[in-house]
T-cell receptor, first 111, second 114 residues
Framework: DVKVTQSSRYLVKRTGEKVFLECVQD?????MFWYRQDPGLGLRLIYF???????EKGDIPEGYSVSREKKERFSLILESASTNQTSMYLC??????????FGSGTRLTVV | DQQVKQNSPSLSVQEGRISILNCDYT??????FLWYKKYPAEGPTFLIS?????DKNEDGRFTVFLNKSAKHLSLHIVPSQPGDSAVYFC?????????????FGQGTRLTINP
């Protein structure tokens, strides 16, 4: 059974902190994605990666960066957390077909 | 610029009846369409998909219809069951840099009433 694991289900961080959200997949997938989900806005793509050390900006990359040093791990970094980054963050992976496998999500609150 | 739109934030249907969820898109380059289901505190799970070259795909109680001329797709669930209560996201796929990028709609919260 394929799995995408996000390291934390809930996080509370202070404004200005550097925040790391970790995602690991065990399916040897090439492509990995970070989305955020907000009420009324659906899922919006922050960054994605189609190979190790490769990254591409999504639709809302401002305030975020990513790291993919190994194929199975894709990290989302909030360089200086702000309250408007309070959201549900979802990691996903896929290989060549169209379906994504999502993790359970990390609900981040920035206070 | 919302390329994929779900105009109904919520839908309430009686158990046993048909649920119809709608989705509109603007980009003619989308080559695949998918529906995902999401329960609270869980990630979205894949439900059903359809290629842009087809107009219907059926899987058990779930059927997706695609009308390319209208840039519209819909998900039919029949009969609806209480376990179908969830948020449903429509998504459209486009290839970028070798990766299939999914663009999601805003979601529709479906409630099935006993």
């Amino acid at each position: 059974d394929v799995k995408v694991t996000q390291s934390s289900r809930y996080l509370v961080k202070r404004t200005g902190e550097k925040v790391f959200l970790e995602c690991v997949q065990d399916m040897d997938h090439e492509n990995m994605f970070w989305y955020r989900q907000d009420p009324g806005l659906g899922l919006r793509l922050i960054y994605f990666s189609y190979d190790v050390k490769m990254k591409e900006k999504g639709d809302i990359p401002e305030g975020y960066s990513v790291s993919r040093e190994k194929k199975e791990r894709f990290s989302l970094i909030l360089e200086s957390a702000s309250t408007n980054q309070t959201s549900m963050y979802l990691c996903a992976s896929s290989w060549r077909e169209y379906g994504y496998t999502f993790g359970s999500g990390t609900r981040l609150t920035v206070v | 610029d919302q390329q994929v739109k779900q105009n109904s934030p919520s839908l309430s249907v009686q158990e046993g009846r048909i649920s119809i969820l709608n989705c509109d898109y603007t980009n003619s380059m989308f080559d695949y369409f998918l529906w995902y289901k999401k329960y609270p505190a869980e990630g979205p799970t894949f439900l059903i998909s359809i290629s842009s070259i087809k107009d219907k795909n059926e899987d058990g109680r779930f059927t997706v219809f695609l009308n390319k001329s209208a840039k519209h797709l819909s998900l039919h669930i029949v009969p609806s069951q209480p376990g179908d209560s969830a948020v449903y996201f429509c998504a459209a796929s486009v290839k970028i840099q070798g990766a299939q990028k999914l663009v999601f709609g805003q979601g529709t919260r479906l409630t099935i009433n006993p």
